[in-house]
T-cell receptor, first 113, second 108 residues
Framework: GAVVSQHPSWVICKSGTSVKIECRSL??????MFWYRQFPKQSLMLMAT?????????EQGVEKDKFLINHASLTLSTLTVTSAHPEDSSFYIC?????????FGPGTRLTVL | GQQVMQIPQYQHVQEGEDFTTYCNSS?????IQWYKQRPGGHPVFLIQ?????EVKKQKRLTFQFGEAKKNSSLHITATQTTDVGTYFC????????FGAGTRLFVKA
């Protein structure tokens, strides 16, 4: 199946700093990628839809100025958590579609101290 | 927006017992997808159901889509320890919206 990579796999940062997470589709082009957040023992919550060449579409309740999304190319989307705070600590997962199937990246575990 | 409700939240079974998780929607779904997430891992696509009343099997896993396309189930026959994880149903479409998931614990 298609492969989606994420970098970094984990990051620990101080409160107030910004963290960038990269999502890449390695063997296919993705005009659309999705960013999810998952808190421990909870489901995946869709944060935003990343569109290549245009602005991301954010779900209700997700601050677009805090979670900056850039879909620079057909194989790369980035999520920047700006001025991170401890409550932003979570597992962030991206995905991309290839037909009906969604392929997920391995996730990035963010811990904000 | 549309939501898919999933039950039970978690289930403990003895190895060899069967397991079923259920997914329900108040509105008609165009399709339903099922994913498995192992502890510490990311969701992995299992299957998509599209047709009313559809039944699909993958070895010990049986997936059903209701006649009204408002509910779905995943049944595992004779569970094994490798079945441990969280099973999510998801409303497919342009955006994939996940149910709450059912955590399966299997005791050897």
């Amino acid at each position: 199946g298609a492969v989606v990579s994420q970098h970094p796999s984990w990051v620990i940062c101080k409160s107030g700093t910004s963290v960038k997470i990269e999502c890449r589709s390695l063997d296919f082009q993705a005009t659309t990628m999705f960013w999810y957040r998952q808190f421990p023992k909870q489901s995946l919550m869709l944060m935003a839809t990343s569109n290549e060449g245009s602005k991301a579409t954010y779900e209700q309740g997700v601050e677009k100025d805090k979670f900056l999304i850039n879909h620079a190319s057909l194989t790369l989307s980035t999520l920047t958590v700006t001025s991170a705070h401890p409550e932003d600590s979570s597992f962030y997962i991206c995905s991309a579609s290839a037909g009906p199937e969604q392929f997920f990246g391995p996730g990035t575990r963010l811990t904000v101290l | 927006g549309q939501q898919v409700m999933q039950i039970p939240q978690y289930q403990h079974v003895q190895e060899g017992e069967d397991f079923t998780t259920y997914c329900n929607s108040s509105t008609t779904l165009s399709n339903i997808q099922w994913y498995k997430q192992r502890p510490g891992g990311h969701p992995v696509f299992l299957i998509q159901l599209v047709k009313s009343g559809e039944v699909k099997k993958q070895k010990r896993l049986t997936f059903q889509f209701g006649e009204a396309k408002k509910n779905s189930s995943l049944h595992i026959t004779a569970t094994q320890t490798t079945d441990v994880g969280t099973y999510f149903c998801a409303q497919g479409g342009f955006k994939t919206i996940f149910g709450a998931g059912t955590r399966l614990f299997v005791k050897a």
